[in-house]
DNA sequence: ACCATTTACTTAATCGGTTAAGTAAATAAA
DNA sequence: TTTATTTACTTAACCGATTAAGTAAATGGT
């Protein structure tokens, strides 16, 4: 049995949730008339400690239900043990996917993983990434947001922390990328709409700033030319934050005379939008319209009528680049820049394309 | 200009990630010839500093980027400045409209929110809140596992810090909650299913254990009830994490003779497999089927057919739970318990138990 | 029996901040 | 002029853990 009599004395500052306060290394060394340095020692299993000891210390350790305090060793150790994961958003198939791959990976290391969402903010990503600079954690996998168009707070981040990018990558920072290969899906995407017979395809471009945005946009035009098709500018729809603005935007396209027979949207929350004023404006799809929409969507399937994806390995993407992070911090000197690494997404063909209807 | 020969000796330790090692009061105080008393008292604007001292520590805090440790103040301090955020997952609407209530409350508030996915693990979520008892945080928002079913971690961790559960919570555990009008809505969803003709109603349990679903079932059996049915318990149909035998068993239930004309799912990721079966199976919705779905995706609009759904004010109750969370932090002696709240959800009706087709 | 080594600890410094208490010099009050 | 107060700092303790260095006692070797 253990004895607390002595205990009770230590305890300090209880407020209405603390009523037994936090149990600390000095506490169980004042109980066990050891030093804190015993205790320590005991609790790492040194071999400097005797059995007896250690066996008193843990038993009293586990009854008292003691839980060190990661922010003591942290310091100490100048090691937190932990990675953040900076993404745009997670009501996202793509990323919360990717987010299950890190995380996965990160907990077989032992490691916390936090998770920051940017909200694709810019300020809130500048002002994150320099709070990640305090030593806060080990390392950080991120994806950018949307409107990132400078790039010192990530140089700056870099220099003090490993980094590795995923997705929305920062070409100009030198470290790891985990990327698909988004010039060839735009490709592959157009090629298909060509392919069932859409004379005029266009695309729903998500931001300027964004690498995989032009990379996905570069296949695209890419596709038309091969085709012997004018890359018509016009057809590069933008489409912002407001949601209202981008649903207006798109039918005022669908409206006009020579409306587009096909259209790739970028990333999958354009879908609901394009779905949503084809049945308005009587537009049927794929008759009038075929959509392909890059997209992890569980629900692509049960659309009416399924929607025909290119899909990103988001899972394998997050897993991947842990996995490289967490190289990086074992081998003290790695080079990040050579892990990058290009995983192939995969077309889907549904019935948003089907030219046999 | 700053002089930062001097400094240079200073940094030690350098690792190819920390080329220039991270900046300290203490280098700060060296450079300037100050006590690291006077340079931390500067930064947080204390009277005790003179004007010009004040700003020369922070012209040449600006100058080297300098960040504040987090552990080290919140060591002394004992606030850490951040809660938790532990939720089952992120892939699902309601967890990620709460997550962006939650975050936006936290930010607000100048807090970190530390986001832990628990998978659905109750091993993990054991191991977690164990974790949390170190005092990593200053308060926990959570949703518990399916699998929930004993107490004991939850209780622990109450006792160190404030704890605010919303949606899946725990009744055992004396905080507040965060809850939306499950059983009412449970009723809603069956009387509608009732109200649109449908003769055999069975719903899709997701756990035993927890809270919200038998709510959710105990409204389903009191419409029945009412509506002079028996509350046939073969219709309670258990859904799992597995996800090929839960089609599976949909699947057998279809098939069947007396197969249910109306189905509610307790849970939006239900829909997906309730559509692909009916599909399969050649059932139409909502003329054979009619489908009420508890849910928040954006998608329900473009499913085919539009799917009726009980929606959770979701955003909101993140909110409501994180509000709570920082009145318990700010004023001591707050009684959580005192501060539950039921916000309702709402019923709306779309093609999936539409009557008239 | 005597020195060497091993065992099982303790002491004290450290991580990077914060702050109570102490102090010397400047200014104000009597 | 002398004492009181204010100003602008510094010293030192502290948060909770880790560990290099120190030490007393037990054990071992010859």
Redesign the interface.
Known sequence: MVNLTKLTKLSI?Q??????G?ITIKMLAKELNLSTAAVSKALRDSHEISEGTKKRVLELAAAL?Y??????G??RE?K?NTIAVVIP???D?FF??A??GI?AVA?ANGYHA??Y?T?ESFE?EKTLL??L????VDGVIMSVTMKTDTFDHLK?LN????MVFFDRVCEEIDTAKITTNDEECGYQATQHLIDSGCKKIAILSISESLSINSKRIQGYQQALLENGREGDPASIIDYGEDSVENFEQLRKVFREVDRPDGIVATVS?M??DI??VC?ELGLRIPQDVKVVSFSN???V??????LTTITQPAFEMGELAAGILFKALKK???VLSEESTVVPSQLFVRNSTSSSV
Do not use: Q
Request: charge should be positive.
């Open positions: 500052n407020s209405i949730f603390s009523k037994m936090n239900n839980v060190p305090h990661p922010y003591a942290s310091l100048k937190s958003e997670v009501a198939s919360s996917l987010l299950n995380e907990i936090l998770i969402l909200h809130r320099k709070d600079e305090s030593g806060r700056s220099k003090m922390v490993p929350k879908t609901t779905y949503l049945m969507d569980s629900t399937a049960i659309l009416n009528p399924s003290k000197y790695l």
